[in-house]
């Protein structure tokens, strides 16, 4: 059975960083993208980064040029890193992937981390 698990969130400063980790685990046959989702209270859960198999990236608006996305394929897992944070990216981030598995092919969702960045 497939399973995402995420981890790295926690409480930071304005200003400072954070790195999240999620590592794909199971019979996976291909990763066709991973990335990364963030919802706040009371919003939608809205597209932060995502990363293909040919590591083509896409970045949401409001955290280009702060947030980057890697991959390690050895080890199936996506990272985040996230610099100069602001209030605003306060959220539960989730990790997803899009993948191949024994029962198809779907998409996986991590089990969420908070990041709170304290104004």
């Known amino acids: 059975q497939v399973q995402l698990v995420e981890s790295g969130g926690g409480l930071v400063q304005t200003g400072g960083s954070l790195r999240l980790s999620c590592a794909a685990s199971?019979?996976?046959?291909?990763?066709?993208?991973m990335g990364w989702y963030r919802q706040a209270p009371g919003k939608q859960r809205d597209l932060v980064a995502q990363?293909?198999?040919?590591?083509?990236?896409n970045y949401a608006d409001s955290v280009k040029g702060r947030f980057t996305i890697s991959r390690d394929n050895a080890k199936n897992t996506v990272y985040l890193q996230m610099n100069n944070l602001k209030p605003e990216d306060t959220a539960v981030y989730y990790c997803?992937?899009?993948?191949?598995?024994?029962?198809?092919?779907?998409?996986?969702w991590g089990q969420g981390t908070q990041v709170t960045v304290s104004s």
């Open positions: 990363i293909t198999s040919d590591s083509i990236t």
């Open positions: 997803y992937s899009d993948l191949v598995s024994l029962t198809g092919r779907r998409d996986y």
């Open positions: 199971g019979t996976i046959f291909r990763i066709n993208a």
